[in-house]
Structures are given as structure tokens and as C-alpha cells.
């Protein structure tokens, strides 16, 4: 039983890190899309990406990467 914990802690984080280092080429495969932003993220495993998508969006849109909507 503890190994199947420590197995799913060790995912759990991997999954984390995947997440915060998303690379330019995944990160622009969403484009200017929060739904296509959304999907990328459940891909990898994310959690949390609905803030991650508006944050990521928002900065997007500050730096005219993407309009502002």
C-alpha cells in the first residue's frame, strides 16, 4: 500500500513539473485559445489550469502575442 502512495506522489509531482515547464512549442500549440490552452493542460496531466490558462493568456495579451478580447 505505501508503494502504490509513494507511485502516486511520484506522479503527482512529475506531473507538476511538466506542467510549470511547459516549452515554447507546447505552450504555443494553444495559441491565442483558452479552450485549446485548457486541453493542452489536461493533457500533461495539469491541475489547476483553468488559472493557469488565464494567467498565461493574459500575458499573452499584455505583451500583443494575442489580441485582447
Known amino acids: 500500500m505505501t508503494r502504490l502512495k509513494m507511485c502516486m506522489a511520484v506522479l503527482a509531482v512529475m506531473a507538476g513539473f511538466d506542467l510549470h515547464s511547459m516549452t515554447p512549442a507546447r505552450a ?26 488565464t494567467k498565461k493568456l493574459q500575458e499573452k495579451q499584455a505583451s500583443k502575442t494575442c489580441p485582447a478580447s
Open 28 to 53: 504555443d500549440a494553444w495559441g491565442c485559445s483558452y479552450e485549446k490552452c485548457l486541453a493542452v493542460c489536461a493533457k500533461v496531466g495539469g491541475q489547476r489550469c483553468s488559472a493557469y490558462c
